[in-house]
């Protein structure tokens, strides 16, 4: 049975039509769900008996499970268990700006970055566009606020569950879904050529980061697999085509590894490499895990990384950490509750 969060309106509008009822019942449906919040069908008192109990025959409203919840300073990590008792994780963030989530798009990965916990633990199955949507509804409702920015960014990569996604964006951003703002909305993908022209068509106007981590092959290839399949000569055409398209600034993310990517000699090749591109570097101090052997950059080498960039005039940021204390990288969670 499918579940009703990864439902979008207007595939409602067309069941309500398909089993003889009216259209309008998906506005009134997609109310009760998304601006009360309801846990039942039988909570809805404006659509008739006969349809509520059909509706309940065709479309689960079951959520999922949050198994643990870790927290440190302006930073909560859940961990869910899905119906098949596997685990994903989400990680919320407490922002100036608002409170921004980290959703998860797949079990696991199978894109084997060498630093990333995730791809040390191979992909299981995508993730349903439901179990996307509920990881934001079921935050928002332990936190009894609203969750102005999505980032996903968690385990998985999502252009890898590209249909999916797509849904879960519609109804997320959707007014009468969770009405979250396009330009709140960021997805990240180590480099889908593929898929990344096809984001381009989008007409969502969805923010897109890259996780870069390396300036050259040579760097890249070490820790980044997929770089072997599309590497910088390939990547980097395709993103100035992809900003040809949709005049939307990028993002480069780019995780600082103590000696592999952290030199002199990236951060200026790096400096090369975006020149003439319309983005920002998001620098990221590595969240250390004791399953890989990757360390953090010193906070002297990080800086020295940013200088050198900035004095390049090169737009960026260094992240605020978050949750260095629970846990917070990407699968650290999830691997530790599966490998007790």
């Known amino acids: 049975m499918k579940n009703i969060y990864g439902v979008t309106l207007e595939e409602l509008e067309q069941y309500f039509i398909d089993i003889g009822s009216k259209k309008f019942h998906a506005n009134q449906l997609f109310q009760w769900l998304y601006e009360k919040r309801i846990h039942s069908y039988q ?32 930073v909560s990590k859940y961990l869910f268990e899905l119906s098949d008792k596997e685990h994903i994780e989400a990680v919320l963030m407490r922002q100036v700006y608002g409170n921004s989530i980290c959703i998860s798009s797949q079990v696991g990965c199978n894109m084997g970055c060498k630093f990333c916990e995730s791809g040390r633990r191979k992909k ?7 179990e996307m949507v509920l990881q934001i509804l079921m ?84 820790i980044m697999p997929i770089n072997k399949v599309y590497p910088l000569e390939v990547l980097i ?32 090749d790096l400096v090369k490499l975006v020149r003439g591109i319309n983005c920002y570097i998001n620098l990221i101090p590595y969240n250390e895990t004791n399953n890989l052997e990757f360390m953090r950059s010193s906070t002297v080498q990080i800086m020295r990384f940013y200088d050198i960039l900035k004095k390049n005039n090169v737009n960026v940021t260094i992240r605020k950490e978050f949750g260095s204390k629970i846990s917070a990288a990407c699968g650290q969670l999830r691997s530790k509750e599966e490998e007790i």
Request: charged fraction near 30%; include cysteine; glycine fraction near 4%.
């Open 124 to 130: 299981v199955r995508n993730l349903e566009t439901y």
């Open 237 to 268: 055409p395709t993103i100035k085509k992809y900003l040809e398209a949709t005049n939307r600034r990028i993002t480069f993310e780019y995780i600082l590894l103590k000696d592999i990517n952290d030199t002199e000699k990236c951060a200026n």
């Open 139 to 222: 935050i928002e409702e332990i936190l009894g606020e609203r969750i102005s920015h999505v980032v996903v960014m968690g385990i998985g990569e999502p252009f890898d569950n590209y249909d999916n996604l797509l849904k879960f964006f519609t109804i997320i951003n959707h007014p009468k879904g969770l009405a979250i703002g396009a330009r709140h909305i960021t997805v990240s993908t180590c480099g889908l050529v593929p898929k990344i022209e096809e984001f381009s068509k989008f007409p969502l106007q969805i923010n897109l980061a890259i996780s870069l981590h390396a300036p050259t092959n040579e760097v890249r290839n070490q």
């Open 43 to 74: 909570e809805v008192t404006n659509i008739k008996k006969e349809v509520i109990e059909r509706l309940e025959k065709d479309y689960s409203i079951e959520p999922l499970s949050i198994i643990k919840i870790q927290d440190d300073k302006d």
